[in-house]
């Protein structure tokens, strides 16, 4: 007998007939004398009919109130799942994250999760229920209702199932695992058995939407034993995330391609090329609790220097408006963006023993004309920002010369 957490995704409970098929699905496992914590994502478009709303009323609205908005998408679905499991003769009960207490931060639409008090589980589990934990929500220290990021259901069922130690915690979705690359963009990517935490670190830092990278950092840092199934299928063993690379098998060179399509690109023209300019460009922007990704500063040529970045496209406005004034003060010649750019990476372990990835990335890119504005490196991926127009292109050229395809 095992614990084991199950998280399903907006589509796997789109619709009242899909709950029931979930519960169903928990049955099964119950019935095999497992104990169960279900953590439901809201039904899928819900979270964005909810932010829509919200922007009806306020074009940039307050991060409480927009959490206490988007926060209800996942309370509708632990009480529909709740009913239809106690329809199907278990024992159940719903818990929001408040409820539960998983305490967060305060860092209102994006909060981080603190702490999770397991007592009311653990009793109810005793107690031969089955758990329904909204994801994506928790509070903070005043009881302020918080949200975790888009995509953060998966990172309430994995930090659920760290703090309760459980054997495994599966992430239901509506692919049967974790591909080489998005199978959407790319119909031959091919299905990955296992994929190391590094990997998927990277795959979902850099776009891969299949789990939310917090959930991949918590696993990797308690442990817990991660895998991706599809909800729509009954067989199939998923993608297991593994902390051993298989040492057995000759590691590919490279894994998978991410993409990121939300990405930003903001310049600020002619500033003093002077020690500190990089923290007066950026310390302002870290201020406003924006996440840069890459940087570049160029050559100076007398005295003065350009300096770019990304950001995520939807805080691209932001960025623009503190970066002008922050420019002006340093006597920039001026500050330019573009929104409509993208981020392509091939990520792979299997690089650090092969050199040459790089040169052969941008050789490819450049036979299909494609240009490459910004580059950035580490031991395990290699990303560039292209135009957004070149991305499912870019994607497809990279995952075939990769050798990625099926059959492969
Ligand atoms: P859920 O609503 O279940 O959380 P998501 O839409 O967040 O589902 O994540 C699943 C989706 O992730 C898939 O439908 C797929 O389009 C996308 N995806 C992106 N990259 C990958 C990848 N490398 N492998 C599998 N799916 C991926
Ligand atoms: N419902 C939330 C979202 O759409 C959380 C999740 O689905 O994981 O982002
Ligand atoms: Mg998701």
Same mark, same amino acid.
């Given at each position: 007998?095992?614990?084991?957490?199950?998280?399903?995704?907006?589509?796997?409970?789109?619709?009242?007939?899909?709950?029931?098929?979930?519960?169903?699905?928990?049955?099964?496992?119950?019935?095999?004398?497992?104990?169960?914590?279900?953590? %439901?994502?809201? /039904?899928?478009?819900?979270?964005? #009919? !909810? +932010?829509?709303?919200? *922007?009806?009323?306020?074009?940039?609205? &307050?991060?409480?109130? !927009?959490?206490?908005?988007?926060?209800?998408?996942?309370?509708?679905?632990?009480?529909?799942?709740?009913? @239809?499991? *106690?329809?199907?003769?278990?024992?159940?009960?719903?818990?929001?994250?408040?409820?539960? #207490?998983?305490?967060?931060?305060?860092?209102?639409?994006?909060?981080?999760?603190?702490?999770?008090?397991?007592? =009311?589980?653990?009793?109810?589990?005793?107690?031969?229920?089955? +758990?329904?934990?909204?994801?994506?929500?928790?509070?903070?220290?005043?009881?302020?209702?918080?949200?975790?990021?888009?995509?953060?259901?998966?990172?309430?069922?994995?930090?659920?199932?760290?703090?309760?130690?459980?054997?495994?915690?599966?992430?239901?979705?509506?692919?049967?695992?974790?591909?080489?690359? &998005? %199978?959407?963009?790319?119909?031959?990517?091919?299905?990955? &058995?296992?994929?190391?935490?590094?990997?998927?670190?990277?795959?979902?830092?850099?776009?891969?939407?299949?789990?939310? +990278? #917090?959930?991949?950092?918590? @696993?990797?840092?308690?442990?817990? =034993?991660?895998?991706?199934?599809?909800?729509?299928?009954?067989?199939?063993?998923?993608?297991?995330?593994?902390?051993?690379?298989? =040492?057995?098998?000759?590691?590919?060179?490279?894994?998978?391609?991410?993409?990121?399509?939300?990405?930003?690109?903001?310049?600020? !023209?002619?500033?003093?090329?002077?020690?500190? +300019?990089?923290?007066?460009?950026?310390?302002?922007?870290?201020?406003?609790?924006?996440?840069?990704?890459?940087?570049?500063?160029?050559?100076?040529?007398?005295?003065?220097?350009?300096?770019?970045?990304?950001?995520?496209?939807?805080?691209?406005? =932001?960025?623009? &408006?503190?970066?002008?004034?922050?420019?002006?003060?340093?006597? $920039?010649?001026?500050?330019?963006?573009?929104?409509?750019?993208?981020?392509?990476?091939?990520?792979?372990?299997? /690089?650090?023993?092969?050199?040459?990835? $790089?040169?052969? /990335?941008?050789?490819?890119?450049?036979?299909?004309?494609?240009?490459?504005?910004?580059?950035?490196?580490?031991?395990?991926?290699?990303?560039?920002?292209?135009?957004?127009?070149? !991305?499912?292109? @870019?994607?497809?050229?990279?995952?075939?010369?990769?050798?990625?395809?099926?059959?492969?």
């Amino acid at each position: 007998m095992a614990l084991i957490v199950q998280k399903f995704g907006g589509t796997s409970v789109a619709s009242t007939d899909r709950i029931k098929n979930v519960a169903k699905r928990v049955a099964r496992w119950k019935a095999q004398g497992h104990d169960i914590i279900v953590v %439901p994502s809201a /039904m899928s478009g819900e979270t964005n #009919r !909810l +932010i829509a709303l919200a *922007k009806e009323i306020s074009t940039a609205p &307050d991060p409480r109130e !927009l959490d206490v908005i988007a926060s209800t998408g996942e309370q509708v679905t632990i009480g529909l799942l709740a009913m @239809a499991l *106690k329809e199907e003769g278990l024992k159940a009960k719903s818990y929001t994250g408040p409820q539960v #207490r998983v305490l967060t931060d305060s860092t209102f639409t994006k909060a981080r999760i603190l702490q999770i008090d397991d007592q =009311k589980i653990r009793k109810d589990l005793a107690d031969d229920h089955v +758990i329904v934990v909204a994801g994506f929500q928790g509070a903070d220290e005043e009881g302020n209702i918080t949200t975790l990021g888009r995509g953060g259901s998966d990172t309430s069922a994995v930090a659920l199932a760290a703090a309760l130690k459980a054997d495994e915690c599966q992430i239901y979705t509506d692919v049967d695992g974790v591909y080489t690359t &998005d %199978p959407r963009v790319e119909p031959a990517a091919r299905k990955l &058995d296992t994929i190391t935490f590094e990997e998927m670190l990277e795959m979902a830092s850099l776009g891969s939407k299949v789990l939310q +990278i #917090r959930s991949v950092e918590f @696993a990797g840092k308690y442990k817990v =034993k991660l895998r991706v199934l599809s909800s729509f299928q009954d067989e199939g063993e998923g993608t297991l995330i593994t902390v051993e690379e298989d =040492k057995q098998m000759e590691q590919p060179i490279i894994s998978g391609i991410a993409f990121n399509r939300d990405e930003a690109k903001l310049t600020v !023209l002619g500033i003093p090329d002077r020690p500190g +300019i990089a923290y007066q460009v950026l310390g302002p922007i870290a201020d406003a609790n924006i996440d840069v990704d890459m940087i570049i500063q160029n050559i100076g040529h007398d005295g003065t220097t350009d300096f770019s970045f990304t950001v995520n496209r939807s805080e691209y406005a =932001k960025a623009m &408006d503190i970066l002008k004034a922050s420019g002006e003060k340093l006597g $920039a010649r001026g500050v330019v963006g573009d929104n409509k750019i993208c981020k392509v990476s091939a990520v792979g372990v299997g /690089m650090r023993s092969h050199p040459g990835v $790089a040169s052969k /990335m941008f050789n490819v890119l450049g036979a299909e004309g494609i240009n490459i504005q910004m580059i950035s490196t580490s031991e395990i991926k290699i990303s560039v920002v292209v135009e957004e127009k070149y !991305l499912e292109l @870019a994607v497809r050229v990279l995952h075939k010369a990769f050798g990625l395809e099926q059959g492969e």
